[in-house]
């Protein structure tokens, strides 16, 4: 199910900035040539990443989840001159297509792109984030949250993709992708080291804020 009709979704996407070239030809490349393009986070939602990402304007960020590195050139916007994003992707089958990405934007001096496990990758990270993005496995959204929290500043933000599953957490659907996230959720809403708010963009966004 989709949160929003397709005339809302259009809409919206006509009522922000436009995407930019490199961004709109990784999304049709995507969509034409690489499996699971849905996974991809579109114009709206790179939209809603890269605002939030200049308004906390990092000095170093960390995505768990490349994919086709949309979601990072997004959020790679928003860095401060001399800041560093970091993203962490398992799937080294994308990688030349996703350096070859890179290497077109004019952010890419700013872009660390681990191919590996996450949770093998994290703890090699000595930075501080200001902002993490977590979007990969879903079953483990609980311990990237727990792996990275310590490393994330005061004031920084964890931002998570899918919290609403297509509507399945609200209708309590009872299978398993859809119980972990549940569970991960209200671990979250229940986590009194955070302020937390999510946004129902494209699939759910949840906004965590460490106080
Ligand atoms: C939803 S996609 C990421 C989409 C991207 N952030 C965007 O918005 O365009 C999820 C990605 O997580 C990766 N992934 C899944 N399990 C992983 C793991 N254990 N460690 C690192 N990456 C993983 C997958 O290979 C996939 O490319």
Redesign the pocket.
């Known amino acids: 199910m989709e949160l929003l009709t397709d005339d809302v979704q259009i809409y919206l996407e006509q009522h922000c900035e436009e995407e930019s070239e490199l961004l709109r030809y990784i999304s049709r490349e995507?969509h034409l040539k690489v499996p699971?393009a849905r996974?991809?986070?579109?114009h709206y939602?790179?939209r809603v990443?890269s605002f939030l990402s200049k308004i906390q304007h990092p000095d170093r960020i960390l995505?768990?989840?490349?994919?086709?590195?949309?979601?990072?050139l997004?959020l790679a916007e928003g860095l401060r001159e001399d800041g560093l994003l970091h993203?962490?992707?398992?799937?080294e089958e994308?990688e030349e297509r996703v350096r070859e990405y890179f290497n077109s934007s004019q952010l890419s001096n700013k872009i660390v792109y681990h191919i590996?496990?996450?949770?093998d990758?994290i703890p090699t990270l000595t930075d501080s984030f200001d902002l993490v993005?977590i979007?990969?496995?879903k079953k483990?959204n609980g311990t990237y949250y727990d792996m990275v929290f310590d490393k994330v500043t005061k004031g920084g933000l964890i931002i998570v993709?899918?919290v609403l599953w297509h509507g399945k957490i609200a209708m309590g659907a009872k299978d398993k992708d859809t119980q972990n996230i549940s569970t991960f959720n209200d671990k979250v809403t229940n986590d009194h080291r955070v302020e937390k708010l999510i946004l129902p963009v494209r699939d759910g966004l949840l906004i965590i804020r460490k106080l």
């Open positions: 995507t699971m996974m991809l986070s579109g939602q790179g990443l995505e768990i989840g490349t994919y086709t590195g949309y979601a990072t997004c993203t962490i992707d398992v799937n994308l590996g496990q996450a949770v990758v993005f979007d990969a496995d483990n993709d899918n």
